[in-house]
């Protein structure tokens, strides 16, 4: 069973359970887990999904009724669709180093 | 007529005629042709009910258009319900013909035909073209009402801008009504579209005029349909604006036009990532690591965990991570100075360590 993927600068990790500090979000179809600047978004389109921030930017949670898939929107150097089982997993944002910290890899 | 359920084969062969006739069509470089798309003009003004004033005015870019259209529209208004009136128009004129031609093809078999007219014509066109000219257009925009012409463009052009219909780069919703009316026999009243999207680009709604854009001058792309040039504008316009682009990414103009002049060090620390793999692209990585003493702190042996690299910029110590992404392309992303090794710096940049890392089982 896959516990942890990336697909691009995001990455999945299976996790128990939602953590507390986390806010979920008003339900949409679609959630898009990172959006691109320039337009290619990495999203799941689905009903009974619940996305969660968090206090980190770069972290929230998907709660998943069923096996999900997460697509990445370019029609071309497109990332292959990840299909993410039941259950709750952590989506993490790619980041690299500043000399003030760091910032979020923007594509 | 009768409801159609199915599409038979002989109708399904059609559909590679369509896309490559509306995929032509919709990058069509030739001149405007402003006698049809004034046809058009009118047609969709009278489906919305609206008076149509007959004053078309040419201009030869969309750029021109996004501060030309919206200054010509405040300025008709005196800065006063610009909004309420125009918007109201452009609302009007771009859902006439959509309305009419929902209302004739309610029917679920056009989903079909949609995915494989529409949806192809969309790939070659608007994801290709359409979407990038929007992009730039936009940028270029926000760059003036950025910077030192604030005063004079912000109030003008603001969002008024995206009031724009697509022209030709809009075509994909007329290769997929006109599949239906032709091929299929259903009689669909897309002919004002037709006429607009088949003979110039972006065009304007106002209730005073219309501002229409020529078509561009050329448009260049890869093998793999993606805008593309390695010496010029990936799209010239006639007035010389262009849009540069290195297979599919907008870039700068001058990392195509003077590669010579941009610094190297800008492929390890330009913002935005997927760019600056274009520029390191452009350079050649080879040059790039010439250019930019560089040493090789650690090689994971993994292209996908990466090579762990060393260079002084600026007068600092500096890492960058080289990694291969799951589309094969190659990244270089900037990490910790004190990062030990490839793999503990690809950790970092998700926030994990070293040994959480390594449970990673998929890379797309």
């Known amino acids: 069973m896959i516990v942890m993927a990336a697909q691009g600068d995001v990455l999945f990790?299976?996790?128990?359970?939602?953590?507390?500090?986390?806010?979920?979000?008003?339900?949409?179809e679609r959630v898009v887990v990172a959006h691109s600047e320039t337009g290619h978004h990495h999203a799941l389109t689905a009903p009974g999904i619940d996305w969660y921030t968090s206090p980190d930017p770069l972290v929230g949670y998907l709660s998943l009724a069923d096996p999900t898939e997460v697509r990445h929107e370019r029609p071309w150097d497109t990332h292959a669709p990840l299909c993410l089982a039941p259950g709750v997993w952590e989506v993490r944002r790619q980041r690299e180093y500043t000399p003030e910290g760091f910032r979020r890899v923007e594509d | 007529m009768a409801k159609i359920t199915t599409l038979t084969d002989a109708q399904r062969a059609r559909f590679p005629e369509w896309v490559a006739r509306y995929t032509a069509r919709g990058l069509s470089c030739e001149p405007a042709d402003r006698a049809r798309a004034a046809r058009g003009f009118r047609a969709q003004y009278e489906a919305a009910g609206l008076h149509w004033h007959g004053r078309v005015v040419w201009v030869q870019s969309p750029l021109v258009m996004a501060y030309a259209a919206s200054i010509a529209s405040?300025?008709?208004?005196?800065?006063?319900?610009?909004?309420?009136?125009?918007?109201?128009?452009?609302?009007?004129?771009?859902?006439?013909?959509?309305?009419?031609?929902?209302?004739?093809?309610?029917?679920?078999?056009?989903?079909?035909?949609?995915?494989?007219?529409?949806?192809?014509?969309?790939?070659?066109?608007?994801?290709?073209?359409?979407?990038?000219?929007?992009?730039?257009?936009?940028?270029?925009?926000?760059?003036?009402?950025?910077?030192?012409?604030?005063?004079?463009?912000?109030?003008?052009?603001?969002?008024?801008?995206?009031?724009?219909?697509?022209?030709?780069?809009?075509?994909?919703?007329?290769?997929?009504?006109?599949?239906?009316?032709?091929?299929?026999?259903?009689?669909?009243?897309?002919?004002?579209?037709?006429?607009?999207?088949?003979?110039?680009?972006?065009?304007?709604?106002?209730?005073?005029?219309v501002m229409a854009c020529d078509r561009p001058a050329a448009i260049h792309r890869d093998d793999a349909g993606r805008l593309h040039s390695a010496s010029g504008p990936a799209i010239l316009w006639r007035d010389g604006w262009g849009i540069h682009a290195w297979h599919g990414t907008r870039?700068?103009?001058?990392?195509?036009?003077?590669?010579?002049?941009?610094?190297?060090?800008?492929?390890?620390?330009?913002?935005?990532?997927?760019?600056?793999?274009?520029?390191?692209?452009?350079?050649?990585?080879?040059?790039?690591?010439?250019?930019?003493?560089?040493?090789?702190?650690?090689?994971?042996?993994?292209?996908?965990?990466?090579?762990?690299?060393?260079?002084?910029?600026?007068?600092?110590?500096?890492?960058?991570?080289?990694?291969?992404?799951?589309?094969?392309?190659?990244?270089?992303?900037?990490?910790?100075?004190?990062?030990?090794?490839?793999?503990?710096?690809?950790?970092?940049?998700?926030?994990?360590?070293?040994?959480?890392?390594?449970a990673m089982q998929v890379r797309t």
């Open chain 1, 13 to 28: 990790r299976r996790v128990d359970a939602v953590p507390a500090g986390a806010v979920l979000q008003p339900r949409t």
């Open chain 2, 74 to 209: 405040r300025w008709l208004a005196r800065g006063a319900v610009h909004d309420a009136v125009n918007g109201a128009v452009y609302g009007a004129v771009n859902g006439a013909v959509h309305d009419a031609v929902d209302d004739a093809v309610r029917d679920a078999v056009y989903g079909a035909v949609g995915v494989a007219v529409n949806g192809a014509v969309s790939v070659a066109v608007d994801d290709a073209v359409r979407d990038a000219v929007y992009g730039a257009v936009g940028v270029a925009v926000r760059d003036a009402v950025d910077g030192a012409v604030r005063d004079a463009v912000d109030g003008a052009v603001g969002n008024l801008w995206r009031h724009y219909l697509g022209g030709a780069l809009w075509i994909s919703y007329v290769a997929w009504a006109t599949y239906i009316r032709d091929a299929l026999g259903v009689p669909v009243p897309i002919g004002p579209r037709e006429d607009t999207d088949e003979s110039c680009g972006w065009w304007w709604p106002h209730r005073d005029f």
């Open chain 2, 251 to 358: 870039v700068p103009r001058e990392w195509i036009e003077a590669p010579d002049a941009v610094a190297p060090t800008l492929a390890l620390t330009h913002p935005n990532a997927e760019e600056r793999r274009c520029l390191a692209e452009i350079l050649g990585w080879g040059r790039v690591i010439a250019l930019v003493p560089t040493r090789t702190v650690d090689d994971d042996g993994d292209p996908a965990i990466g090579t762990l690299l060393e260079c002084e910029l600026h007068g600092e110590r500096s890492r960058f991570l080289r990694v291969r992404c799951g589309t094969g392309r190659e990244f270089v992303l900037a990490v910790p100075p004190d990062a030990p090794t490839a793999l503990a710096a690809n950790a970092w940049t998700y926030g994990l360590d070293a040994g959480e890392l390594r």
